[in-house]
């Protein structure tokens, strides 16, 4: 497994969950990692990308202030802070790297190559 998420779990609404994210590609070029979910029935959706150049990041509307995105400046590891959580953060969350991505391109599934196995969140009322 190239990129290798972990963290997710069951907790209660209002609870925080911090997940991990590994590129564990040897020759891995990404200059972009991002979070997507998918709930049971929903298309995919994009969460938060973290960009190495600039250190720019995206958040979807639905998280901002909630949610943070980091990198290991050391690996090519990137975490999400999951603070007050939701019902409606219940999916399954997707780690995705990429390369050569431009910032208006960082919200969009198409642009990252490599993807990870889900680690599933599952958030309680």
């Known amino acids: 497994v190239q990129l290798q998420a972990s963290g997710g779990g069951l907790v209660q609404a209002g609870d925080s969950l911090r997940l991990s994210c590994t590129d564990s590609r040897p020759t891995s070029r990404a200059n972009a990692m991002a979070w997507f979910r998918q709930a049971s029935g929903k298309e995919r959706e994009f969460v938060a990308a973290f960009r190495w150049s600039d250190r720019s990041t995206n958040y979807a509307n639905s998280v901002k202030g909630r949610f943070s995105i980091s990198r290991d400046n050391g690996k090519n590891a990137v975490y999400l802070q999951m603070n007050n959580l939701k019902p409606e953060d219940t999916a399954v969350y997707y780690c995705?790297?990429?390369?050569?991505?431009?910032?208006?391109?960082?919200?969009?599934?198409?642009?990252?190559?490599?993807w990870g196995r889900g680690t599933l969140v599952t958030v309680s009322s």
């Open positions: 995705a790297s990429g390369s050569n991505l431009i910032y208006s391109s960082l919200s969009s599934a198409r642009a990252y190559a490599y």
